[in-house]
């Protein structure tokens, strides 16, 4: 790993993978960043990153799909990934490949989170599927990827990533999401594949690993930052994992930046107790004012607030 180059606005960023990437992919947007975010949906095994990330840099090619009912989906995408007809999805996945394929070619950062090594197989090919789409688990084979597999496959795409895109960094994370329908101790075995796959990617060029999980399962590993359900991160441990994530990969004026962004939503948020008043409407006109002088000063900032 080289010296780490931290994340600013001027460029964009490209997440992928499992739920970190949604949550902070979500953040990094919500403070100007121009991100693109899992834009075939959730992904959680290395091998199904991998095998999207190749189709995005070679030529157009169609996806595995089928349809079910009047429902097209693709064996790899995430079942949020659909269309109502064969000719609306082919061209949906036409425009999910161009817009890969550009964030890959001209986004700074690129950030790769890993879920599980449990994968599914279709029987009749003999690949691996990015979601089993609830179809019955007799549909598919399922097994534990070996590490040094997973090693094989993203030594390879991390030098085609390179040589596409020599400036990118890529950051790689672990979900901290336990699978308990595998059963707690086949989900600690899967991470622990995880966990090693990162530790040798990130000592490649431009490579580097963020500890989402460690901070997560061993730090706040108290039940108050978790949902009802004791797996997923609550909206409290995300907070956690953004502060440290902003104090690690984000430079003192980015974080400034974000400072005097987060004041400015903060004040517009509050509640008018007379918002017919002359004095509410003033208040509203000088925050709107002061949000419009922010954004001209900072024109690398992507605004995605609501109108």
């Known amino acids: 790993m080289d010296s780490f180059i931290p994340f600013t606005h001027e460029q964009p960023k490209m997440l992928i993978g499992s739920c970190f990437s949604d949550e902070i992919g979500r953040i990094l947007a919500q403070n100007g960043f121009d991100c693109l975010c899992n834009p075939g949906g959730t992904l959680f095994h290395p091998l199904a990153i991998a095998r ?41 996945t036409n425009a999910l490949h161009q817009n890969l394929r550009n964030y890959l070619q001209s986004s700074s950062h690129l950030i790769i989170t890993f879920g599980t090594s449990w994968a599914y197989f279709l029987p009749e090919d003999q690949q691996l599927v990015a979601n089993c789409h609830k179809a019955p688990a007799k549909t598919f084979r399922k097994e534990l ?18 040589a596409k895109n020599p400036q990118q960094r890529l950051i790689f994370t672990v979900s901290p999401v336990r699978h308990i ?8 075995r899967s991470k622990a594949r995880l966990l ?28 108050i930052y978790f949902k009802e359900d004791g797996v997923h991160p609550n909206q ?18 980015t974080q400034q930046l974000l400072k005097e962004w987060a004041a400015i939503q903060k004040s517009k948020s509050h509640r008018l107790l007379y918002p017919e008043s002359i004095q509410a409407k003033q208040l509203q006109s000088e925050l709107i004012e002061k949000e419009r002088v922010f954004l001209k000063k900072h024109p690398f900032f992507k605004d995605s607030t609501p109108a």
């Open 196 to 223: 090693l796959l990162t530790e040798h990617l990130s000592t490649l060029p431009n490579c580097t690993y963020f500890e989402s999980y460690e901070l997560v399962i061993d730090v706040l590993r108290d039940h």
């Open 52 to 92: 999207l990330l190749n189709w995005a840099l070679d030529e157009p090619s169609p996806l595995r799909h089928f349809q079910r009912h009047d429902v097209f989906l693709s064996w790899d995408l995430s079942g949020t990934f659909y269309a109502m007809s064969a000719t609306a999805f082919e061209q949906k």
């Open 181 to 188: 329908k595998d059963g707690l101790i086949e989900n600690n």
């Open 145 to 162: 990827t070996e590490e040094a597999v997973m090693k094989v496959e993203w030594l390879r795409l991390v030098e085609r990533l390179a």
């Open 236 to 253: 409290k441990a995300i907070n956690e994992v953004w502060e440290l994530f902003q104090s690690q990969m984000l430079d003192q004026t």
